[in-house]
């Protein structure tokens, strides 16, 4: 069976190999904030047979990451604190798409929140703090 992406998306490419395993990732403008999305498959299942939450918590991080370089601009950030709320559950070949938005952002730091959606329906809340670095190499450095 061949999923079709919806309108306006286009696959995320970064250097990344954690995201090529789970992946592909994709993203699309809307209305000025970045939509991250993608088709879990069968191989994101968790035992009980629906999409694991880490899956939705990678996803989640993806999205804040993107927006963040999106709103405040291309910097890189490290996660610091990551908070979800599971809504409801997901099941492989379902859309899963998110927005984010950040809430309030100083020279270092960058406090955001998003949500995650299967198809239209709310599976999952996020609040998370961002730390700005200048590097990849200063994410090593605390």
């Known amino acids: 069976m061949t999923l079709q992406i919806p309108d306006g998306y286009a696959e995320i490419v970064m250097e990344n190999p954690f995201l090529d395993l789970v992946g592909p990732i994709y993203g699309r403008d809307n209305e000025g904030r970045i939509e991250v999305g993608m088709y879990a498959d069968d191989r994101h299942k968790n035992p009980g047979g629906v999409i694991h939450g880490g899956l939705l918590m990678t996803l989640v991080d993806n999205l804040m990451g993107a927006t963040i370089h999106h709103t405040v601009g291309p910097r890189y950030a490290a996660t610091v604190s990551l908070n979800c709320d599971f809504l409801s559950a997901t099941k492989p070949g379902e859309w899963i798409s998110g927005i984010g938005e950040v809430t309030r952002h100083t020279s ?29 190499s200063s994410r090593n450095n605390g």
């Open 108 to 136: 270092s730091m960058v406090f955001i929140r998003g949500q995650l959606k299967a198809d239209d329906r709310p599976i999952m809340t996020a609040a998370g703090v961002f730390k700005l670095l200048d590097s990849p």
